[in-house]
C-alpha cells in the first residue's frame, strides 16, 4: 500500500465513523427538516437536507486536505471546527424549517449546537468562533431560553 492509498483509507475509516454525528451537527445548524434527519435515522439520515450536507462535504474536504497534519490530532474536532467556521461564514443562506431551532439567530443556534449539543467548554467556542466568553455564555443562554418558551408556545 502506498503513502496515498493509506491516508486515503485512514481518512475513509474516519468518515465511516464520524459522517452521522457530523452530519448531525449540520443539519442543527442548519436548522434543515428533512426525513431521517434525526439521530439513529440510518443510512438515510439528512437526506432532505442539501444545505447541510454541502456544508459537510466542504468541511470533509478541508479536512482530507490537511489529513497528515490532522490525523495525529482529534479529526472529529478538526471537521466540527471547518462545519461551524463554513457555517458561520454562509449562515443567511439557511432559513430553516418550521422548528424552534430556525427561530434562533446564527450566533445562537452556533453557540447552542457547540456548547449544549456538542459540549465545548464555552472558552473553547469562543476561541474556535473569535467571540469573548461571556458572549457565547449569553448567545447560548438566550438560545436555549427561546426554546424553553417556543416548547412552552407549541
Known amino acids: 500500500m502506498d503513502h496515498r492509498s493509506g491516508r486515503r483509507a485512514e ?14 451537527v449540520a443539519v442543527l445548524l442548519t436548522a434543515e427538516s428533512g426525513a431521517g434527519a ?20 466542504g468541511a470533509l474536504a478541508r479536512t482530507y486536505a490537511d489529513w497528515r497534519r490532522v ?16 457555517y458561520a461564514r454562509t449562515a443567511r443562506r439557511y432559513r430553516g424549517g418550521p422548528g424552534v431551532l430556525a427561530r434562533l439567530a446564527p450566533q ?37 431560553a427561546a426554546i424553553r418558551t417556543g416548547r412552552e408556545a407549541a
Open 108 to 144: 445562537e443556534r452556533l453557540a447552542l449546537v457547540l456548547c449544549v449539543h456538542e459540549g465545548v467548554p464555552e472558552e473553547v467556542a469562543a476561541a474556535q468562533l473569535g467571540l469573548p466568553a461571556d458572549r457565547i455564555r449569553a448567545l447560548t443562554a438566550r438560545a436555549v
Open 11 to 24: 481518512f475513509e475509516a474516519f468518515v465511516a465513523g464520524a459522517a452521522g454525528r457530523l452530519l448531525h
Open 71 to 86: 490525523r495525529g490530532d482529534d479529526p472529529y474536532d478538526h471537521t466540527r471546527r471547518e462545519l461551524c467556521a463554513a
Open 38 to 57: 434525526g439521530p439513529g435515522a440510518g443510512s438515510g439520515a439528512g437526506s432532505g437536507c442539501p444545505g447541510a450536507r454541502r456544508l459537510l462535504a
